[in-house]
């Protein structure tokens, strides 16, 4: 069965989320860009949700643990529901990670969401076989703490498959961000397996959308510098992919943002190591020759990625148990400010000689700061008259991480003079070992809904 294989069709891609917490009324506009371009150019429409990075996929797991029907994405019912009405009337297919650590129960909130806005009962594919916790490989390393999940970045494949097999909404957990966009184009041209510049071109594409608003200005925007119209208005990025995997990417029409060839080119290099060999699961793609041309405003065109073939083994991500984060934070405000921090931050440090502190004062040295206090230690006193400091510190022990939200808190009375607007957070952390496992050892399958859904 090949449902969304369509080479003749026009393919539009565009993006409703770039992070787990971004605006969940970005998609809302790029859907009805997408209906309009149904109705005046026909062929196939897709929109995809990128929600999960390493953090965010650490805390699905912390959720799961926690509360076994949990661990996909928080936001997901607010994402969809301004939006699926309009998917599932005008064809638009649905493509996301939203599944993070459970997959199931994200299919399983997608159909709750349905029914509760009155509407026909969605096919959904659930992309499985990135936890790979049970792997050899996983199994031989030789952690210090207990490992709470190991999840491979798969391919595109899946989804492919998935869109074939009539999917209308697809929900993977740990995909490569590429795929999302990659699997779609796949599907709806058919290409070969080793058709590596088209795979490339298309991997790309996923890549300058994977970030919404990063690509239409949002990570760009510096005022006075590099200046960004209406942007708390910046529209989503919409992707048209060709046959030969190029692509047009645009935003709709009256929203804010833009896009142009500097834009793009930001976005193209971020977090790319090696412009020769961007790897991802499917491709190996190369931008050493790519053209970026603005064909209008806010209309640029991505062509000449070549592509080389993919690699023969998967990263895996491997998250184990790491101890407690404790953070306090106190402020101190008018003449001496900066004096009085200082003293609080070595009572504190004297108090508790066991823990390794840092300190942050926020408005005066944090974001260079290190976790030695060196940087603060050689920092004369510049007589800031509005500092807020922060101390934090890791432990293994739960116990002796409270101690410092306590020693703060008692900062209130004891001294220095003037300290106000406590705030104290203590969570569990998860350290992350990264790892390759061989792809032909990891095997990716898709499960459909609600007729072939299991109890896994």
């Not at 971004?22 to 506009?29: F, K, Q, S």
């Not at 709470?148 to 798969?154: D, E, P, Q, R, T």
């Not at 190591?273 to 053209?291: E, G, L, M, R, W």
Request: aromatic share 6%.
């Amino acid at each position: 069965m090949r449902d969304f294989y369509h080479p003749e069709h026009v393919l539009r891609i565009g993006c409703g989320a770039g992070f787990s917490g971004d605006r969940t009324d970005a998609g809302a506009p790029v859907v009805q860009d997408l209906i309009q371009g149904l109705q005046t150019l026909g062929g196939s429409a897709v929109l995809i949700f990128e929600t999960l990075a390493e953090r965010t996929l650490a805390l699905a797991q912390l959720a799961r643990v926690a509360n076994p029907q949990a661990g996909y994405e928080p936001l997901l019912c607010e994402y969809l529901r301004p939006v699926l009405a309009d998917c599932l009337q005008h064809g638009i297919r649905i493509v996301s990670n939203f599944g993070a650590a459970h997959p199931q129960a994200a299919a399983a909130a997608i159909m709750a969401l349905a029914e509760q806005l009155q509407l026909r009962v969605p096919r959904i594919a659930v992309v499985l076989g990135d936890d790979v916790r049970h792997h050899p490989t996983v199994m031989e390393l030789a952690l210090p703490h207990a490992v709470v999940s190991a999840n491979a970045y798969l391919g595109a494949k899946s989804i492919a498959q998935a869109l074939n097999q009539g999917a209308e909404i697809v929900v993977c957990g740990r995909v490569a961000d590429p795929a999302l966009t990659l699997g779609p184009a796949w599907a709806h041209y058919g290409w070969a397996d080793d058709n590596w510049d088209a795979l490339a071109g298309a991997t790309m594409a996923g890549h300058l959308l994977e970030c919404g608003a990063q690509v239409t200005g949002g990570y760009y925007a510096d005022p006075g510098y590099k200046d960004v119209p209406d942007l708390a208005h910046a529209g989503f990025p919409i992707a048209r992919i060709e046959a030969d995997g190029r692509c047009t990417l645009s935003k709709p029409a009256g929203t804010g943002g833009c896009i142009d060839e500097h834009t793009v080119k930001e976005q193209l290099l971020y977090e790319i190591d090696n412009p020769a060999a961007y790897i991802t699961p499917d491709v190996v793609a190369d931008i050493t020759s790519a053209q970026v041309t603005r064909l209008s405003p806010d209309v640029v065109q991505l062509s000449g990625v070549k592509g080389h073939p993919r690699p023969p083994h998967l990263k895996v991500n491997v998250f184990h148990e790491h101890g407690w984060l404790a953070e306090a934070e106190i402020s101190y405000a008018g003449p001496r400010a900066e004096a009085r921090a200082r003293l609080a931050a070595e009572i504190v440090q004297a108090r508790l000689p066991q823990l390794n502190l840092r300190v942050d004062w926020i408005g005066v040295c944090s974001v260079w700061a290190d976790d030695a206090g060196r940087t603060l230690a050689t920092l004369p006193d510049q007589g800031h008259n509005d500092v807020r400091l922060r101390l934090s510190t890791s432990h293994t022990d739960k116990g002796q991480a409270e101690l410092l939200l306590r020693e703060v808190n008692a900062l209130y009375t004891c001294g220095p003079a003037g300290g106000g607007g406590v705030r104290t957070a203590l969570r569990a952390r998860l350290g992350l070992v990264s790892c390759l496992v061989s792809q032909t050892s990891v095997q990716s399958r898709v499960q459909m809904w609600p007729s072939d859904r299991s109890s896994e």
